[in-house]
Structures are given as structure tokens and as C-alpha cells.
């Protein structure tokens, strides 16, 4: 589980740093507009194919782990639900046991 929490983490921190970087990169550029958002549109475009596969990763990885997540909260759901329901099963059985000494 630490190795998921730590690739979940590293996967956040390198978006959030490609993020920032092409803010700060976009706000301290002494270029005009037209020709920042060229290089800009460029800058994005070369880092979607430099970093694909390990974004295709990540988003997969991430899938993983939220359908395992997802079939464990289902089994403890069953799992609950059954203790509830065998209680109440347990108590209509007492209440009948009790209901069978009635003398009236």
C-alpha cells in the first residue's frame, strides 16, 4: 500500500509541477501574446508525447486501484448487510420463541 500512496503522490507532484512551471514560464515571458501562445501550444504538445506513456500509467495504475477499492467497500458492504440482517433474524426467532409461551 506505501508504494501506491508514494507513485499516487509522484504522479500528483509531476502534474503539479508541469502545471506550475508552464504558469511561471507563461507570467515571467518577455515575448508577445501570439507568439507566447506558439510556444506555449508547442511546449504542451511536446510534453503530451514525451510523457504519454507514463501518464497512460498512471491513469491505469490509478483505475486499478480504484476498482480494488471500489470491490473491497462492496465485500464490507455484503459483509455488514449480513451481520444486520442475521440480527434481525436472530431477534424475530427470539420474539417467536417468546410468543410460543404465551398461555393465552
Known amino acids: 500500500m506505501s508504494e501506491e500512496k508514494s507513485s499516487i503522490g509522484f504522479g500528483l507532484g509531476l502534474i503539479a509541477g508541469i502545471i506550475g512551471g508552464i504558469t511561471a514560464g507563461i507570467l515571467f515571458a518577455p515575448c508577445p501574446g501570439e507568439e507566447m501562445r506558439a510556444k506555449v501550444k508547442d511546449t504542451v504538445c ?3 508525447e514525451k510523457y504519454s506513456p507514463e501518464v497512460s500509467d498512471a491513469k491505469k495504475q490509478a483505475l ?18 449480513n451481520m444486520l440482517k442475521s440480527k434481525k433474524l436472530r431477534r424475530a426467532k427470539e420474539l417467536e420463541d417468546i410468543n410460543d409461551y ?3
Do not use: G, P, R, T
Open 46 to 48: 511536446d510534453l503530451a
Open 102 to 104: 404465551d398461555f393465552n
Open 64 to 81: 486499478e486501484s480504484i476498482d480494488l477499492l471500489k470491490y473491497k467497500l462492496e465485500k464490507q458492504y455484503k459483509k455488514f448487510s
